[in-house]
């Protein structure tokens, strides 16, 4: 190593160091790492996390969570809906995922595996399959557009805890939530 | 006794390999190889580059073809290619920094930006900061990829105070959220 690049590494180091104090007490900016386990269940993952920040993340966060707004929080959650097909569907039914302006289905899909299996860690139940781009084709015309979304969740919520066992914290919209 | 015999072993080979292949199979090889190519442009690696994003400046916004990397305080700033309001770096803040005294709201609503430096595009955050009162300087009104007010996540007249202790809306910053 010349000294050059002996500079250069240490620069580097330096600047990674300030950087790391100076987003002390900022929201956290940096998308989560894919696991190699779930990377399978996208045809194109890195697409689907660019995809999530510019039609998502802005409210829900890149991480997935952005307590404490008034927002249904994903992070290490979100995969409890995957518990029966009708809260499967609920997932792909919501407005602005059915509504989404991503008009690829095969893209969309992508985008929610990335939502359920990325930022949901492990919250899916065991065995749980990815969404297809068929699917997503079929249950995005069926687009929740009247009625109370916070019930359905609420409900399908109940459902989660009832049969797939999920934490009863899933009724709130994040830990601590007062709604 | 036989001894070795090149020529009757040449030979025998030659017959066995003229026996067992046919001079026009040659000409139905070629015709496929013919028809076969113009389908291969089809293949996806052939369509994934063709569908890259057109960035040649022709295609860059106004705003895009005059945006500078240097100086975060002038609303040229590439990043700042659809902010609105006053820019953090003149209030006591900087790009991802709020001022002191002023709380980073948790949303906001994400933009995309051309960087002259690469001429690449990246998804920036326009974080508002809040609770003290409008900073008032260095104003600005990017409007790149912003759309009416009835699309709230792609409207930037939005003030994102949301999840913060107050909406008083005081300047926004504008985060590097990853690449488009």
């Given at each position: 190593m010349n000294s050059r690049a002996r500079l250069a590494a240490a620069a580097a180091l330096l600047g990674l160091l300030s950087f790391g104090t100076l987003r002390a007490?900022?929201?956290?900016n940096h998308s989560p790492e894919i696991p190699a386990a779930v990377r399978?269940?996208?045809?194109d993952p890195e697409l689907a996390q660019s995809d999530f920040v510019e039609q998502?993340?802005?409210?829900?966060?890149?991480?997935?969570?952005?307590?404490?707004?008034?927002l249904p929080e994903i992070?290490?959650?979100?995969?409890?809906?995957?518990?029966?097909p009708e809260s499967r569907a609920y997932l792909l039914r919501l407005p602005n995922v059915a509504h989404s302006?991503?008009?690829d289905n095969a893209q969309l899909a992508d985008l929610m595996n990335y939502v359920v299996f990325v930022l949901g860690g492990?919250?899916?139940?065991?065995g749980t399959k990815p969404f297809t781009a068929e699917e997503v084709a079929h249950e995005r015309?069926?687009?929740?557009?009247?009625?109370s979304l916070q019930a359905e969740r609420l409900r399908l919520a109940n459902e989660a805890i009832r049969k797939c066992r999920a934490p009863a914290s899933l009724r709130l919209q994040y830990l601590g939530s007062p709604q | 006794m036989k001894t070795f015999n090149p020529d009757a072993m040449g030979e025998k080979l030659l017959r066995r390999f003229a026996g067992g292949t046919s001079r026009r199979g040659i000409l139905s090889r070629l015709g496929l190889a013919l028809v076969a190519a113009?389908?291969?442009?089809?293949l996806p690696v052939s369509r994934a580059s063709a569908a890259k994003p057109d960035r040649s400046p022709e295609a860059k916004t106004t705003f895009a073809r005059n945006a500078?990397?240097?100086?975060?305080?002038?609303?040229?700033?590439?990043?700042?290619?659809?902010i609105d309001g006053s820019l953090c770096s003149c209030c006591g803040g900087g790009l991802n920094r709020c001022p002191p005294g002023a709380e980073h709201s948790p949303v906001s609503w994400v933009g995309t930006c051309i960087n002259p430096d690469d001429g690449r595009a990246y998804l920036i955050a326009y974080r508002d900061c809040c609770g003290?009162?409008?900073?008032?300087?260095?104003d600005c009104d990017g409007t790149d990829r912003e759309t009416q007010l009835y699309v709230p996540q792609l409207?930037?007249?939005?003030?994102?105070?949301?999840?913060?202790?107050?909406m008083e809306y005081h300047c926004s910053t504008a985060v590097l959220v990853g690449t488009a």
């Open positions: 007490g900022e929201p956290d399978g269940m996208m045809a998502c993340a802005g409210c829900h966060g890149v991480r997935g969570s952005t307590v404490p707004a008034h992070k290490d959650r979100v995969g409890w809906f995957m518990c029966t302006r991503l008009t492990k919250s899916a139940p065991a015309q069926f687009a929740l557009t009247s009625g | 113009p389908a291969f442009p089809l500078q990397s240097t100086d975060d305080t002038k609303c040229t700033y590439w990043r700042y290619c659809a003290k009162a409008y900073c008032n300087k260095c409207n930037n007249d939005v003030i994102w105070c949301f999840g913060t202790t107050s």
